[in-house]
């Protein structure tokens, strides 16, 4: 070309740069593929084309020539960029410098041609999913950001969930392969790298009426999908035979695995959990592992061998750390932090040789009882939305990434369903780069999976629904405002809107959560209403009192509240079934167990005493004696009353627990290694109070702090052990050396206990009691569990 006919050229380029400020309309744009590509980059363009068509009806064509008239995509490699683009239009001189690393892209804008170039086959498939979360896509429009510049590559080498196809699970045992397909697609689209199944055989049942295929095929399936598209397969595969030491049992499971590895296309790594489920001695479990590794290998020659020391005792953690920096086994890859590990993160790489790496298994579907459980839940919503609830948490998920990850060489998150859909995109966008604004991440979320029209305003809605659960729910005034967010998207919403799985879900979170503050503030009405009848029993009689509170109390089911709101919170249930399968209630959508996500069957559990009351009033309503019975009810009037000079907590209830000394507390320790959290018991029969309790986990102590007593005073503690582990044994200590009582069980049924404190502990005006469960023991590390003390000046 002469001279002045390239400066012509430049000339137009540069003019295009000049109004790059403008959006770019796409909809008549050619997709040009670089003609080189591999089957993962193939899948790309597929996704590109499909993913924008869902959205705005537009179907892009595809060419292997650059189109002289229209817009154009180029997907590939930049040594691909030369076999489409003629070479009087030097495109690829005006790239961005590519981000140093694998599984990097640059996505870029000029003039009316937008540039995907991966360093590498995963580099191109994350570049197109970049795009899509940037383009505005709505009906019949396509446009890109005329200023888009992106060169990236991932801070974390390994990025991925478990997808679990089992019985267990509140949804996933409900999708068809293309449900799986496009799910593997939506968590690429935000960086994820890796998947990891689980096989036929776990602690599961062995079937589920869901199941549209058997196991083992949907297993076989998914490993074909992740490899259609470049992923790493992971398998989790729990140890379940009851003794590794017999040579049967280990030939038995060594022909049992290796079915099912000869059987799965792709296998990157297996992870053996050490327990929860398994509990297989480390020795034991190691010579297993090795032996099956070697089957592995067999069938998948690069495949790695991880293991997690979950629910070990001291012990066994002990022993399994002394293979390791004893024996240094060359066939382990790695070793696994996740749930019911007996010591923390940093802790756990400290001691693990360095030649193997950590990958973080962090729980981020749980609410309760787990690994990072909510801060001080509202015990309202522990009872009704239960452990599995639908929970996007992007601060606290952020909070926790940021903090334990740089101990790692990335994760795969542990998941049991579709209910903590937003954490597991928040968590892969983090590890690919942890520096992003949560923020921008749910505009991106929202632009991407609802729609342009509400990227702000559903990723604010996802903000406030974490907030809903911060700080007492009777006072959080801004869970209706929450709902009114909610209901506005609700009304403005298209018919396609509203049939999204991923909008119903928020909405339903909205309604329940407002709902149930609703119940709250009504059933403590009505509490209180019923307490002032007892409060009147000398004057009434006890029988009249109990009668009249009985009938107050059960205005909670015949005269129910917001019943508009309960009504929607249905048919939002039987949406989600529809559109992806949750099972959000036991009888009605074949859900495995109530605390497995079948939260429609808790809508309606009682917020207040009300069983607890009626329970007491049919044992009172026995007693002959009237003055025994106003004497009952007194007690229960002023149950909370140390009397003078006395001290109360509620060790449940964040906002009366002022002698609980909380440790470090969540912002800096959100697994709770060094601080006291918030637990549930189950029993929803025993007293509110009961229903709660404050507890330390493993060989941490849980500690409470008394001053300014009386020197002269004799004092007792009455004190109820709650909790949800009654057989693990709890002993008191005084000020680090005055034993209050032993390590000794629990009663059963749980009761009021109380013990004398020794003159010697508090001749200084001051008081620390300290509890601690058996030392070692492993497992959850549940079970130092305190509901209520009182301090009782004698």
Do not use: C
């Given at each position: 070309m002469p001279p002045r006919s390239r400066l012509a050229v430049t000339a137009v380029i540069l003019i295009s740069l000049a109004k790059a400020g403008t959006a770019l309309n796409l909809a008549n744009a050619a997709v040009v593929p670089s003609p080189n590509l591999t089957g993962p980059e193939n899948k790309a363009v597929a996704m590109l084309i499909d993913e924008i068509e869902k959205r705005t009806r537009i179907r892009l064509s595809t060419g292997d020539r650059w189109p002289d008239s229209r817009p154009a995509i180029?997907?590939?490699?930049?040594?691909?960029?030369?076999?489409?683009?003629?070479?009087?239009?030097?495109?690829?001189?005006?790239?961005?410098?590519?981000?140093?690393?694998?599984?990097?892209?640059?996505?870029?804008?000029?003039?009316?041609?937008?540039?995907?170039?991966?360093?590498?086959?995963?580099?191109?498939?994350?570049g197109v999913g970049a795009l899509l979360r940037h383009l505005k896509m709505d009906r019949d429009v396509l446009e890109a950001p005329g200023d888009l510049r992106l060169a990236s590559a991932p801070k974390y080498p390994l990025r991925g969930h478990q997808l679990g196809y089992r019985p267990k699970t509140n949804s996933y045992d409900g999708w068809s392969v293309p449900v799986w397909e496009q799910y593997i697609r939506d968590l690429v689209v935000f960086g994820a790298n890796a998947i990891e199944l689980i096989p036929p055989r776990s602690d599961d049942a062995a079937d589920s009426p869901l199941f549209p295929l058997p196991p083992m095929r949907m297993m076989i399936e998914m490993s074909r999908l992740a490899d259609a598209y470049g992923l790493d397969v992971w398998v989790w595969y729990p140890a379940m035979d009851a003794d590794y030491s017999d040579a049967k049992t280990v030939a038995s499971a060594l022909e049992e695995w290796g079915e099912v590895f000869r059987q799965l296309p792709r296998i990157d790594a297996v992870f053996v959990p050490g327990g929860d489920p398994g509990h297989t001695r480390p020795k034991d479990l190691m010579a297993l592992l090795e032996k099956e590794t070697g089957v592995l290998r067999r069938y998948h020659p690069k495949a790695q061998m991880w293991v997690s020391p979950q629910s070990f005792t001291r012990e066994w953690m002990d022993e399994f750390l002394g293979i390791l920096k004893n024996q240094q086994p060359a066939w382990l890859s790695g070793v696994v932090f996740g749930p019911q590990v007996g010591m923390s993160l940093p802790q756990l790489r400290a001691a693990v040789p360095q030649r193997y790496p950590i990958r973080h298994y962090p729980d981020i579907t749980h609410s309760r009882q787990s690994q990072y459980p909510v801060p001080d839940w509202d015990v309202a919503y522990a009872v009704t939305e239960a452990r599995e609830t639908i929970n996007p948490r992007p601060i606290d998920e952020a909070n926790i990434f940021r903090l334990l990850q740089p101990y790692t060489v990335g994760f795969l998150a542990y998941s049991e369903g579709c209910n903590d859909d937003v954490n597991k995109m928040v968590w892969s966008a983090l590890g690919w780069d942890p520096d992003r604004s949560v923020t921008d991440i749910l505009r991106e979320y929202s632009r991407y999976f609802i729609g342009e029209r509400y990227t702000e305003s559903f990723a604010q809605g996802l903000l406030a629904l974490e907030r809903n659960w911060r700080g007492p729910l009777a006072t959080n005034a801004g869970v209706d405002t929450t709902l009114l967010q909610f209901q506005e998207m609700e009304r403005t919403g298209s018919p396609q809107m509203l049939a999204n799985w991923r909008f119903q879900q928020a909405l339903y979170r909205a309604y329940y959560d407002a709902y149930t503050r609703t119940r709250l503030l009504y059933e403590n009405s009505l509490e209180e209403r019923a307490m002032s009848q007892l409060r009147n029993a000398a004057a009434a009689g006890s029988l009249n009192a109990m009668q009249h509170a009985e009938d107050v109390l059960e205005l909670a089911v015949t005269d129910r509240v917001a019943p508009d709101r309960r009504a929607r919170i249905f048919e939002l249930a039987e949406a989600l079934f529809q559109s992806i399968r949750m099972q959000l209630s036991v009888p009605r959508y074949r859900a495995i167990s109530v605390d497995r996500g079948a939260n429609?069957?808790?809508?309606?559990?009682?917020?207040?005493?009300?069983?607890?009351?009626?329970?007491?009033?049919?044992?009172?309503?026995?007693?002959?004696?009237?003055?025994?019975?106003?004497?009952?009810?007194?007690?229960?009037?002023?149950?909370?009353?140390?009397?003078?000079?006395?001290?109360?907590?509620?060790?449940?209830?964040?906002?009366?627990?002022?002698?609980?000394?909380?440790?470090?507390?969540?912002?800096?320790?959100?697994?709770?290694?060094?601080?006291?959290?918030?637990?549930?018991?189950?029993?929803?029969?025993?007293?509110?109070?009961?229903?709660?309790?404050?507890?330390?986990?493993?060989?941490?102590?849980?500690?409470?702090?008394?001053?300014?007593?009386?020197?002269?005073?004799?004092?007792?503690?009455?004190?109820?052990?709650?909790?949800?582990?009654?057989?693990?044994?709890?002993?008191?200590?005084?000020?680090?050396?005055?034993?209050?009582?032993?390590?000794?069980?629990?009663?059963?049924?749980?009761q009021p206990l109380e013990f004398d404190i020794p003159r010697e502990a508090t001749a200084a005006g001051e008081l620390t009691l300290s509890w601690r469960r058996e030392p070692g023991l492993g497992g959850n590390g549940r079970g130092c569990q305190v509901s209520e003390v009182w301090l009782i000046r004698k």
């Open positions: 180029f997907v590939g490699r930049a040594a691909g960029l030369s076999l489409v683009v003629p070479p009087a239009r030097p495109l690829a001189s005006l790239l961005l410098p590519a981000a140093a690393g694998a599984e990097g892209y640059r996505v870029q804008v000029i003039g009316e041609r937008v540039l995907v170039v991966g360093n590498d086959a995963r580099g191109t498939l994350f429609l069957d808790t809508l309606d559990a009682p917020l207040n005493n009300r069983l607890w009351l009626e329970q007491k009033f049919t044992e009172l309503r026995r007693m002959p004696d009237e003055s025994e019975r106003l004497r009952e009810l007194d007690r229960m009037v002023n149950w909370t009353d140390p009397g003078p000079g006395g001290f109360y907590d509620d060790l449940g209830n964040p906002a009366q627990q002022p002698h609980l000394l909380r440790g470090r507390g969540y912002q800096a320790d959100p697994a709770f290694w060094e601080s006291s959290l918030t637990g549930f018991a189950s029993n929803r029969a025993l007293r509110g109070s009961w229903w709660t309790h404050a507890e330390s986990l493993f060989d941490a102590p849980l500690e409470m702090r008394y001053t300014d007593l009386d020197r002269n005073a004799q004092y007792k503690i009455r004190v109820v052990y709650g909790g949800d582990s009654p057989r693990i044994k709890v002993g008191l200590m005084a000020n680090g050396g005055i034993e209050i009582h032993p390590l000794m069980a629990k009663p059963m049924p749980v």
